[in-house]
């Protein structure tokens, strides 16, 4: 075999081998699809239907699947794709997951995230006992963005429905029991004034503790999930019945 000959053949493996590890790159690179029935999926509307809005925290992304599939025929189901965090997230973010589309209904809630304590190097879930942790979102701040996210929610015209931050269970992480009390006090007088009805998870929860929260956890289970669904679900049909 010459040797040009052998250069073009080694040319061609080099080229093809190069070809084959690009291609790779790209498929570990590709963001993983999101499953069709994903809190985080991408909702098509149905045309004639009423479009709702959950904002929330990982309690909402919980329930978000079993309230679109109790609102199927019934309403279009979206959600900001992504966990809403504190209110500083959403004073951050709100134009962006509010969007330019029409909303029937908003149904909302930021608590958990703002009580949490946060070490001196903003560490996550700190020791609240700590000298050195702090909340993420002390109470004064926590009132302060709440009142800027409720006017900008209502300049849509949607009917908002407030959903109380549900409780701090005893031993969960970084959290301390009763918060969730002082922090949806702040949030009901603010309520009050716009005149935007609560949808009361914080009570429901609290009563059903041992049934439908995690031990030691602000998260639920998946019956709780389902419990939170329902009453989220009434409170939106209420809403669009008036």
């Known amino acids: 075999m010459h040797t040009t000959s052998k250069q073009l053949i080694c040319t061609l493996i080099i080229f093809a081998i190069a070809t084959s590890a690009t291609a790779d790159d790209k498929k570990k690179k590709a963001p993983p699809k999101r499953r069709p ?3 985080m999926a991408k909702v098509e509307d149905v045309a004639g239907l009423p479009r709702i809005l959950l904002v929330g925290d990982s309690i909402s992304i919980g329930y978000t699947v079993p309230v679109r599939e109790l609102l199927k025929g019934k309403a279009n189901v979206h959600r900001p794709l992504t966990n809403c965090g504190p209110t500083t997230k959403g004073v951050a973010e709100i134009d962006k997951w509010l969007g330019d589309g029409k909303w029937d209904v908003i149904h909302f809630n930021w608590g958990l995230h703002d009580l949490k304590y946060m070490g001196a190097k903003n560490q996550n879930l700190a020791d609240p006992n700590d000298k050195n942790s702090h909340q993420q979102v002390p109470p ?4 302060a ?3 800027k996210l409720v006017k900008r929610m209502e300049k849509t015209g949607a009917k908002l429905i407030w959903r109380s931050t549900t409780p701090v269970p005893e031993g969960a992480k970084g959290r301390v029991e009763g918060d969730s009390a002082k922090y949806n006090e702040i949030a009901a ?4 004034e716009h005149s935007i009805p609560t949808d009361d998870h914080y009570s429901y929860a609290l009563k059903n503790q041992k049934e439908i929260q995690l031990p030691a956890n602000v998260h639920f289970g998946k019956k709780g999930s389902q419990e939170l669904a329902k009453k989220t679900v009434a409170a939106i049909l209420n809403a669009l019945s008036e």
Request: charged share 45%.
């Open 145 to 147: 963005n709440l009142r």
């Open 37 to 39: 029935n994903s809190p």
């Open 189 to 192: 007088k603010i309520m009050k």
């Open 140 to 143: 004064k701040e926590y009132e």
